[in-house]
């Protein structure tokens, strides 16, 4: 069992909204499926969320073309309203977002543990991609 040498990974983007309306984006299933994918050629076509310390996550994550998917899981470690989500994947790896309101847009930083199968420059491409889709589905959505 590997301790101590973990690599730990960041990714962050400003949303030109305020904290309350990306947190709504972040959290809620209906907004979840259509922000959640690193290209135009993915997509998430279920998402569950149970937000609350113990409840568990699932996001569906697949190709379009229906070559490859999986589900993205885990259970919340934490739960800050506004301010910070933490959860454990599947694999034990920990990540965590935090939500900074700085008036009218949002910082969202999120930390996670590296997995072993792909680079660590793949895998926060990869984070960052979604995290930018999520910024501009949160900018250019007009729900409320």
């Not at 209906?30 to 050629?41: F, L, P, R, V």
Request: one cysteine or more; proline letters at 2%; a negative charge.
């Amino acid at each position: 069992m590997e301790t101590g040498n973990k690599v730990t990974i960041t990714v962050e983007a400003t949303v030109h909204k305020p904290v309350g309306e990306v947190w709504k984006y972040w959290t809620e299933p209906q907004h979840i499926t259509k922000w959640c994918a690193a290209s135009d050629e993915w997509h998430a076509p279920n998402a569950e969320n149970d937000l609350r310390v113990g409840g568990k996550f699932l996001t569906r994550m697949e190709a379009k073309d229906g070559s490859f998917g999986f589900d993205f899981s885990g259970v919340y470690d934490e739960v800050r309203i506004n301010e910070l989500i933490s959860y454990t994947l599947g694999d034990e790896r920990k990540v965590t977002i935090t939500f900074i309101s700085q008036g009218n847009d949002t910082k969202v930083i999120e930390t996670f543990e590296a997995e072993t199968t792909n680079s660590v420059e793949m895998q926060q491409a990869g984070w960052q991609a979604i995290l930018d889709n999520f910024k501009k589905y949160s900018e250019s959505s007009k729900e409320d």
